[in-house]
């Protein structure tokens, strides 16, 4: 078992908001907080969604619906790196890791002044009535163009 001070460290690429192409700013609700007014980590979820949901939601609407795939959540990983506090706005800044020919993970990192305070990397299937499909080519091409290093 690790230690705590032998942890793995993100590259650091992925602590910069420069790293990615799509950023969302969102604002911190005072029920995003603890009593302390420090952001908690069932809130930061929150933030990763919103602009996931955002960027699958855009994919989906180049292709017809009777064409289209869900694009579904198989894993979430999350590192919390920093606190943000009330009031303030948090940048979810997102972009592709990778993309395989029926799953993509996208890669996402929560800024407060340009300091990360947290990154995730979910791992996100294409599904059809059979079980994982293709992702559509409209739907990669968009998503190519959102890659970052890694």
């Known amino acids: 078992m690790a230690r705590a001070d032998q942890a793995v460290k993100p590259e650091p ?26 952001l908690n980590n069932v809130a930061t979820g929150q933030f990763y969604e919103e602009a996931r949901f955002e960027l699958l939601a855009e994919a989906r609407e180049l292709v017809g619906k009777e064409d289209r795939s869900a694009l579904v959540i198989a894993n979430v990983n999350t ?3 920093g606190q943000a506090r009330y009031p303030g706005t948090i940048d979810v800044a997102t972009g592709i890791l990778r993309i395989g020919d029926r799953s993509l993970v996208i890669a996402q990192g929560l800024f407060v002044g340009g300091q990360c305070i ?3 990397d979910s791992i996100i299937v294409s599904t059809g009535p059979e079980g994982a499909v293709p992702i559509a080519d409209p739907i990669r091409a968009f998503l190519s163009s959102l890659t970052i290093a890694g």
């Open 13 to 38: 690429l992925r602590l910069d908001p420069a790293t990615y192409p799509r950023h969302k700013p969102v604002p911190i609700r005072f029920s995003d907080v603890d009593m302390f007014r420090h």
């Open 79 to 81: 590192s919390y790196l």
């Open 118 to 120: 947290g990154i995730a």
